[in-house]
């Protein structure tokens, strides 16, 4: 399945591994190879976390505090935040594909 990566969360992506390279030179290196990983296995199994609210799926990184939100049209998937579990939870909701 085709993934397509909103750019809002491109920029959290580099937004997330600038900072944790500003904690621990490797640290943001890790996270994007963390995301990458994640990404590859939610292109092999889409549908394999459970729909939640507004019809978004969402994988929790296992090394950091973040989650994937992901929504399925036909045969892509779209990746609409790579969000911090702490911080503003929802603020990514209204984006759309």
Do not use: C
Request: aromatic share 12%.
């Amino acid at each position: 399945m085709q993934v397509q990566i909103l750019r809002e969360a491109e920029t959290e992506l580099w937004e997330a591994v600038t900072e944790y390279e500003q904690i621990e030179l490797g640290l943001g290196l890790r996270f994007k190879d963390e995301v990458q990983s994640h990404i590859k296995a939610i292109r092999q199994h889409p549908t394999l976390p459970r729909i939640r609210e507004n019809n978004y799926r969402r994988v929790n990184l296992r090394m950091f505090p973040f989650y994937l939100a992901y929504l399925i049209r036909a045969e892509t998937v779209y990746l609409i935040a790579i969000a911090h579990a702490k911080r503003k939870p929802g603020y990514w909701k209204e984006r759309k594909v």
